[in-house]
Each structure stands twice: as C-alpha cells, then as structure tokens.
C-alpha cells in the first residue's frame, strides 16, 4: 500500500503529476468536443448515433478528471472538511463510470457487428459501415427531415445494446450515489468506516474494469478473424485498427484494475498526511490515470479521427454501399455476409473503422 510523508499537502512530486495529468486530460477533452461538433456539422441529419454519443462521454469523462485533479490539490491543501466525506467520492468516481460507459458502447457495437446475423431484429441499422455507427435511426432520411421541420429535436434511436448499456450505467451511478451516502453517514460516530466503503466500491469497480477489458479484447479478436475473410483494399488497416483498440484496452484496463485492487491511489483524495513513497506514488498515480485512462482516450479519438461522408455524398452512396450492418427496417430476410464487401470496395466504396 502507500507509504507518505507526513504534509499539510501533497509532495511536490504529486503535485507535478497531477498538473501534467490535468493539461493531458485538457487536450483531450478539447479535441473530443471538437470532434463531436466536427461530426454533428456532418450529419446533423442523423441525430445522436452512436459515435457523437461516445465523443462526448470521452469528453466529459476527461474534463471529469481535470476537475478532481484541481479540486483534489486544493481541498488537500485547504483542508476542506467536506472533501473526505462523499464529495471528494463523487467527483473521483463520476469520470471513471463516464469512461466505463464510453467503452461499453464501443464493446456493444463489436458486438452487434460479431453477431448481426444472428440479430437482425436487433433494432440497430445503418447504411455506413462503422465500429460506431455513423447512421443509427431506421427512419428514412426524408422522414427525418419533414420531423424535425415540425419538431426541430434531435433523433434517438436507440437499439437493444445500447438499451443494456444505459442500464448497466444507470445501475453503477445508483450504486455509486449509494456508497456516497454511506460514506457520508459513516463520517459521523457509527460503526461504518467511509475509507472502507470507499476501498469496497474502488475494488468492485476495478473487477469490472478488468471484465470489460477481457471482453474487448476478446470480441476485438473475434471481429479481427471476421474481417480477414474479406479480400479488399483498405480492409487490413481496419483489422489493425481494431487490433489496436483490443490490445490497448486489454493492457490499459489490467494495468488500472491492478492498481486500484493492490493500492490506495483512487482513493488517494482521502490522503490526510498519511505517509508515503513520492517516487513510487507519482509512478503509480501516472500508471493508473494516463496508462489507464488518458491513453485509451487518446488512441480510440485517434482511430476516430475520420469525418463522416456529408449528406449528400452520403445519400449518392447508399445505394451502392454494401455495409457490415445489416438494415433490418428495409425488410431484409438474408443478412449480408462479411464476404460482400469486397464487392463494394471494387465500386469505390470504403469502409470506414468507426
């Protein structure tokens, strides 16, 4: 566990940590947001898919961290009384269930693509090929237009995944607000000890992490050796593509859940002058929010970086684009096979990796 030196603050070591994480985590929350304008200017027509949703939880899920990180050094160094009960809790692990979220709705799509044959009532179409779809409404485009002309609101559509998704998150953010309570009550003369209701949460949330990790990795393969049945130009940079995102997300998840589950470095906002180790501390703070984190933030935006073909390109396309997606609302009984897409590529048509 931690080893630290007795301090009205944290080390200077600490300290210089924390500030680069926070410019890190500045940039990437910029460049998320700013790829999510990019796109929604794109295709505004589409409504919130899938794609635009994970830019911004990768977006709040950064600026999150640039917020604990600040408050974490001046309630320290303040002595804020309140930062140790369930504040300080709150805001550490507000960023983390946003960053679960985010990746959980890219294993969801990985997984709509590993099994559409089996799922064509799924409730998911799209007529562009994505690891994040780019068009997840099953109206046609025209509909949508005349819709949003009597109401100018944004189109959902959400399918039988993402329903999973929203539930998983949903239930982490109850259990969440729960240990806060509990933490906050155990700050008052009862039996209950905050730092290990704290210490159980952080456990927990590390096994998920490490599960959601093993479950990238291994669809990620899954999805690889699917891929490598199609002959076509383009088709290898996607497959290491998503090579990439499988092997990042599987290194970078088992390095923060090893952390979180044999040190205190999540709950180190709870530091009240106990004592540590500066070098290994600021090495283990460094492993667990960059490696952990800021890296597969980065990386994933990265491989993300494309622009969605625009409207009209898009409409031209359609016809003649044959996509990893089945679109069940056109009424399709034979699914398309991954074979079926190097047809396509020979008219031209690319296929996108997210």
């Known amino acids: 566990?931690?080893?630290?030196?007795?301090?009205?603050?944290?080390?200077?070591?600490?300290?210089?940590?924390f500030a680069a994480l926070t410019c890190i985590d500045v940039t990437i929350a910029v460049l998320a947001f700013w790829q999510l304008a990019r796109i929604h200017s794109r295709s505004v027509h589409l409504g919130w898919t899938r794609e635009k949703v994970f830019h911004l939880m990768i977006g709040l899920c950064n600026l999150g961290y640039v917020c604990y990180f600040v408050l974490t050094l001046v309630a320290t160094c303040e002595r804020w009384s309140c930062w140790s009960s369930s504040y300080g809790f709150v805001l550490m692990a507000f960023p983390t269930i946003m960053f679960f979220a985010a990746f959980l709705l890219l294993l969801s799509y990985w997984v709509d693509l590993c099994h559409q044959n089996d799922d064509e009532d799924d409730g998911e179409s799209s007529s562009v090929a994505a690891l994040l779809d780019k068009a997840s409404s099953k109206t046609s485009s025209s509909n949508i237009d005349n819709d949003q002309k009597c109401l100018p609101i944004p189109s959902i559509h959400v399918g039988g995944r993402q329903r999973v998704v929203i539930l998983v998150t949903g239930i982490i953010f109850v259990v969440m607000i729960a240990f806060a309570v509990l933490i906050w009550i155990g700050m008052g003369k009862n039996p209950i000890d905050s730092s290990t209701v704290a210490r159980v949460y952080v456990d927990m949330f590390a096994i998920g992490i490490l599960l959601l990790g093993g479950a990238l990795a291994c669809y990620g393969l899954l999805l690889y050796l699917k891929m490598s049945r199609v002959r076509s130009e383009g088709t290898s940079s996607e497959m290491w593509k998503v090579t990439g995102l499988a092997v990042v997300s599987l290194v970078c998840f088992t390095t923060n859940a090893l952390i979180a589950l044999l040190s205190d470095i999540p709950v180190l906002y709870r530091w009240r002058g106990e004592h540590i180790t500066c070098v290994s501390t600021a090495l283990l703070v460094i492993l667990y929010y960059f490696i952990g984190y800021s890296a597969p933030s980065g990386f994933v935006l990265w491989v993300m970086r494309e622009l969605p073909a625009s409207r009209l390109a898009s409409r031209l396309e359609e016809s003649r684009i044959v996509t990893f997606v089945s679109d069940g609302s056109r009424g399709a009984r034979n699914p398309q096979h991954w074979t079926s897409v190097a047809s396509s590529q020979k008219q031209g048509s690319k296929v996108s990796p997210i």
């Open 1 to 17: 566990m931690l080893e630290l030196r007795v301090s009205s603050c944290f080390p200077s070591e600490i300290i210089g940590v």
